[in-house]
């Protein structure tokens, strides 16, 4: 758990699903993620072997930003979800997220994530290496 300003950060991987969709909404991931569908939602936090939060002012604090990702925890960790509040943007949370999640997988873990276009920049500052080959089978639903 680190806490920079107030914002505390910390590993929560029971979080509660109703936090995980609403911070979707607020970040404006909802448009690209399945929110109408509750158990896929539900399966996704099951799933992720690293959920780090952003909580202002403390532990029972509002969600302000989330980072969901599916590691093995000794290798490698996908970053499926950098989701941060609209309102809480621009104030290095989403760097401070980041930051939480390679202090808690540790020196020995990459990680990677695929950006939407609008976030390439913010990734790039943050330090993420681009890498040139990468390879997926597009969902098709």
Do not use: H, K, N
């Not at 997988?105 to 990677?112: A, K, Y």
């Amino acid at each position: 758990m680190t806490e920079r300003s107030e914002i505390l950060y910390a590993r929560e991987p029971d979080l509660a699903l109703a936090e995980f969709r609403q911070i979707l909404v607020e970040s404006g991931m909802a448009a690209i993620r399945p929110m109408d569908d509750e158990d896929r939602l539900r399966a996704m936090l099951a799933a992720s072997g690293l959920i780090v939060t952003a909580r202002r002012g403390g532990p029972d604090g509002p969600l302000v930003g989330v980072a969901r990702g599916i590691t093995d925890g000794v290798w490698c960790c996908y970053i499926a979800e950098l989701a941060v509040a609209a309102s809480a943007q621009r104030l290095g949370i989403g760097r401070g997220l980041l930051d939480e999640a390679r202090r808690q997988l540790g020196p020995r873990v990459s990680i990677m994530l695929a950006s939407v276009p609008d976030a390439v920049g913010f990734y790039e500052r943050a330090g993420m290496m681009r890498i040139a080959d990468a390879f997926w089978y597009r969902r098709e639903q």
